[in-house]
């Protein structure tokens, strides 16, 4: 109940939100946390905005925000708590 009302109504300034993440890296473990944490409630809070996930092996933790006429901006996740990555997809809303 209290990540429904941590949910973020995005704006449509902001176009996409991609997070990369590894499967297995102690750097990546702020994130797979946030994904079972927050996912549904920021996708049932925006239905038709396109949250993308995309893990491969090995990499730094990202969070991509790509706004319009093909801007984007990105944030290191690595070593942050979902609490962390809340704070800092907030900042792209």
Request: positive net charge; charged residues 30%; proline residues 5%.
């Amino acid at each position: 109940m209290a990540a429904a009302k941590q949910a973020i109504k995005f704006s449509p300034a902001l176009k996409e939100i991609r997070l990369h993440l590894c499967q297995k890296s102690a750097a990546s473990a702020g994130v797979r946390s946030f994904m079972e944490k927050h996912y549904v409630p920021l996708k049932l809070a925006n239905p038709k905005f396109p949250f993308l996930v995309r893990e491969c092996s090995g990499i730094t933790p990202k969070l991509w925000a790509r706004f319009g006429y093909g801007r984007e901006e990105s944030v290191d996740l690595s070593n942050k708590t979902d609490a962390d990555i809340l704070t800092e997809l907030e900042k792209f809303k």
